[in-house]
């Protein structure tokens, strides 16, 4: 299995608070992905890297912010949570093929 | 621009073969194939490369038409352990993040 590890794995919080989550890899693949899941929506992507602090943000970026300081390290920051930020994210981490993915975490604003 | 899938659900009975599409409207360098069981995290199947290259995984193979932007995933002799979500994703160029469908959910019933 990928070395991918995502934390925390569940988490709620109150609208209006800011959230970190925090996307951890032991692979040194350059690529690294952050994406939501939502019923009906599939898996949507929201922020990448490509490298260290080199991102770029994907379809539904609103709201989220990221950073990479190190190889290994990709967090995703909900500046404000809002309830339409309750979603599973998914962390993937890629090299030159296949995409791997963490375990997720199930964040709830309320 | 999210690639379209179809069918969105299917029912199956073990034993029984099954095709999921994927079609995209942009040019596609490759299309990948997921599985994602209740509650897990997506885990890669395949991946096909333009050139109308076919592949196979266990009894699951899959085809991509270059020309229609167009893959399709196989499942023949279905089991239960075949039953989750699939998710097509795909690429314009190589390296590119990966761009989701909405899953096709298959269940396989005894």
């Known amino acids: 299995d990928a070395g991918i590890t995502q934390s925390p794995r569940h988490k709620v919080t109150e609208t209006g608070t800011p959230v970190t989550l925090r996307c951890h890899q032991t692979e040194n693949h350059r690529y690294m992905y952050w994406y939501r899941q939502d019923p009906g929506h599939g898996l949507r992507l929201i922020h990448y890297s490509y490298g260290v602090k080199d991102t770029d943000k994907g379809e539904v970026s609103d709201g989220y912010s990221v950073s990479r300081s190190k190889t290994e390290d990709f967090l995703l920051t909900l500046e404000s949570a809002t309830s339409s930020q309750t979603s599973v994210y998914f962390c993937a981490i890629r090299g030159l093929g296949e995409a791997f993915f963490g375990q997720g975490t199930r964040l709830t604003v309320v | 621009q999210q690639p379209v899938q179809s069918p969105q659900a299917v029912i199956l009975r073990e034993g029984e073969d099954a095709v999921i599409n994927c079609s995209s409207s942009k040019a596609l360098y490759s299309v990948h194939w997921y599985r994602q069981k209740h509650g897990e995290a997506p885990v890669f199947l395949m991946i096909?490369?333009?050139?109308?290259e076919q592949k196979g995984h266990e009894k699951i193979s899959a085809s991509f038409n270059e020309k229609k932007q167009q893959s399709s995933l196989y499942l023949t002799a279905s089991q239960l352990s075949y039953s989750g979500t699939y998710f097509c994703?795909?690429?314009?160029?190589?390296?590119?993040?990966?761009?989701f469908g909405k899953g096709t959910r298959l269940s396989v019933i005894a």
């Open positions: 994703g795909t690429e314009v160029q190589g390296n590119t993040p990966l761009v």
């Open positions: 096909l490369l333009k050139g109308g």
